[in-house]
């Protein structure tokens, strides 16, 4: 007797275990960030409402360790975001954080159609389909050579009709889902000639070819009233066409991605600091600021400082994210 009992005890037990557990309390579950209501921060302190103004989305030479993004600068007339220049990764995430309404934006322009500079296009598309936008929006870039393609070809490869995002491929046409519709334009970048092919209220759109390796590469300027604000994007600048672009500017964003000891294949690519100095100071600018900044560069600030400060005793700013200048 006493031998079954001791057999069926176990059993008990077994059956009666999940009656107990039911009985306890459950466990407290912390709050989950999908249980939270969306929470949307627009801050337009950098840049201020009335005035114009030069903001960085991305300051980032592309590396995944920095907490930048890359490629990126917005030109913002009055408070609004009117020309945006490049969209490298993570830029559409600054242009929220930046406070821009997409409706506002003039024109887009891409200095060149490598990823650092331009991956991040797909997505404002893709976001821009309930941003209320009805007005076309030109857009322009480089045109390609044998290495890469140029402008239009790119854009078809990455959204067009049999492009990686096909489902954006209508975004070139009138009855497009966004409810506006792209218009592309393609700008040589092989002749010494400065291309201007836009103009709208007041603001005035300038570019040449630039020498970056074997990519076809285009430095831009943004006029605003006579205001003149210019962008190299990556470029060696050994034709020197950029210093005729770039006279008399308010504001240089220059590329920083090599220091002065640099040799090789990347001094095709890239001006060291001394080169961005003379740059600076031929052209006679109010203000320098370092962007696109590399592993190569960061934490070698004093040193490049110095290496401009032999040509250039203007202002010379680094700049990081979302960082905004008046002009």
Not at 113 to 124: C, G, I, M, T
Not at 190 to 206: A, K, N, Q, V
Not at 279 to 291: E, M, Q, T
Request: aromatic residues 8%; charged residues 20%.
């Amino acid at each position: 007797m006493r031998g079954s009992v001791a057999l069926l005890l176990p059993l008990l037990m077994l059956f009666m275990l999940p009656a107990a557990l039911a009985q306890q309390s459950p466990p407290a579950l912390e709050r989950t960030v999908t249980e939270r209501p969306l929470e949307v921060t627009v801050d337009r302190r950098q840049c201020g409402r009335e005035g114009i103004f030069v903001q960085v989305l991305g300051a980032s030479g592309g590396e995944l360790d920095d907490g930048q993004a890359s490629s990126g600068y917005l030109v913002w007339v009055n408070g609004r975001a009117r020309i945006l220049i490049d969209a490298g990764p993570g830029t559409a995430l600054r242009f929220e954080e930046s406070g821009a309404d997409f409706r506002d934006l003039y024109a887009m322009v891409f200095t060149q159609v490598h990823p650092q500079h331009s991956a991040d296009l797909p997505a404002f598309v893709m976001g821009s389909i309930h941003a209320g936008r009805s007005e076309t929006l030109p857009i322009f870039g480089p045109a390609g050579n044998d290495r890469v393609p140029g402008f239009e070809a790119w854009l078809d490869l990455i959204m067009g009709p049999t492009g990686a995002f096909r489902n954006l491929a209508d975004i070139f046409s009138s009855l497009s889902q966004a409810g506006y519709r792209i218009q592309p334009t393609e700008i040589d970048t092989s002749g010494r000639g400065t291309w201007s092919g836009f103009r709208r209220d007041g603001i005035i759109l300038r570019s040449v070819g630039t020498d970056h390796g074997n990519q076809p590469a285009l430095a831009w300027r943004v006029d605003v009233d006579g205001i003149g604000i210019t962008f190299t994007g990556s470029t060696a600048n050994r034709r020197q066409l950029v210093n005729d672009l770039a006279a008399d500017s308010v504001i240089l964003v220059a590329h920083h991605a090599i220091p002065e000891n640099t040799r090789g294949f990347l001094r095709e690519q890239f001006m060291t600091p001394s080169q961005i100095g003379r740059l600076a100071a031929d052209a006679g600018v109010n203000r320098l600021v370092l962007s696109h900044r590399s592993a190569r560069t960061r934490g070698r600030e004093t040193q490049s400082r110095d290496e401009i400060r032999n040509h250039y005793r203007g202002s010379i700013v680094f700049a990081n994210d979302l960082n905004c200048w008046r002009t």
